[in-house]
């Protein structure tokens, strides 16, 4: 099967809009979308009885999808599969051929943000692939800055993609996945790094000012260096670099709230622990407001 930008659909208003970015997202990379439904996957209403039943409810679902999303995207190609499988085998096993695999999640009460121990999260952890979680309720006009109004909208440009990175640990298939999100939207590219001082100043030794404009100037370079052979592949994105003392993971939920996607780097490791993931990234997934892509790497 050839690549194509795939979701996960059950009817639920998270993974509709889960399916809307997804369709745009497909619109962007001039790929097919693929709509999957897994049998198992309990639908929004009530649960069905049986095989047969679920079929039908599985089709229904994918048809009325289908519908919506041709009816704004009418150039765009749609394929439909049912799945006899709980969603996490099925979606791992679509997310192959999947540039990106998406899934929509929700939050609980007064958390913004996505559900610990969804099947977005698992997916997260276990794809070879990148992973976009979309959160319920976003819609076109979200990924875009105000217009002459003062209102989101899908004519006025695209809102930053921001990208989480360690300069200690770059990786190039993140960096590659957010300058490409970048240049694909025309948007600017905002590089968030977050650092920690010295443990010997954590025991109230006062800071010397020459000191911290060290190094922040150290921790400034080692990003620039990072970064200075994409600029150069990539002339036409520009890219805003903040460092700054703190937590990676608070840097870039604040971050989100001003992005159109914001894209972490998720480190694969091939041991018996296949649900962790780091803290940065739980903390962006739970708490970030924009679409996050979760891009694994070695």
């Known amino acids: 099967m050839p690549r194509s930008v795939t979701v996960g659909v059950d009817g639920s208003p998270e993974s509709l809009a889960a399916a809307r970015w997804a369709a745009r997202e497909a619109e962007r990379r001039d790929l097919p979308l693929r709509l999957v439904h897994a049998w198992d996957w309990q639908p929004y209403a009530e649960p069905v009885p049986d095989d047969a039943a679920h079929r039908h409810w599985g089709g229904r679902v994918l ?12 150039q765009l190609e749609i394929i439909s599969e049912q799945v006899r499988q709980p969603p996490v085998t099925a979606l791992l096993a679509a997310s192959a051929e999947a540039d990106p695999l998406v ?7 007064g958390v913004v943000g996505f559900l610990v121990g969804s099947v977005g999260l698992a997916l997260a952890a276990q794809a070879d692939r990148p992973v ?10 979200d990924e875009h800055r ?11 440009p695209y809102r930053d993609v921001v990208l989480g990175l360690d300069p200690e640990r770059p990786d190039d298939t993140v960096i590659a996945y957010a300058f490409e999100a ?4 025309a948007a600017r590219l905002r590089v968030v790094h977050g650092w920690s001082l010295p443990p010997y100043l954590g025991y109230g030794l006062p800071l010397d000012p020459a000191l911290g404009e060290e190094l922040a100037d150290r921790e400034t370079d080692a990003v620039e260096k990072v970064l200075a052979p994409w ?3 990539f002339p036409g994105v520009e890219v805003v670099e903040q460092t700054a003392v703190g937590s990676a993971g608070a840097h870039l939920v604040d971050a989100a709230a001003d992005a159109s996607l914001v894209v972490v780097g998720h480190r694969v490791r091939h041991t018996p622990r296949a649900f962790h993931l780091s803290p940065v990234i739980h903390a962006v997934l739970h708490h970030a407001t924009a679409p996050v892509a979760v891009v694994p790497h070695d």
């Open 103 to 109: 899934v929509g999640s929700r939050g609980l009460g």
């Open 63 to 74: 048809s009325d999808a289908a519908e919506e999303l041709r009816a704004a995207h009418p």
């Open 182 to 185: 970048a240049d694909r939207r």
């Open 146 to 156: 105000l217009d002459a109004d003062g209102r989101p909208s899908p004519r006025a």
């Open 132 to 141: 976009v979680l979309v959160r319920s309720g976003t819609g076109p006009e």
């Open 231 to 233: 600029r150069e592949r």
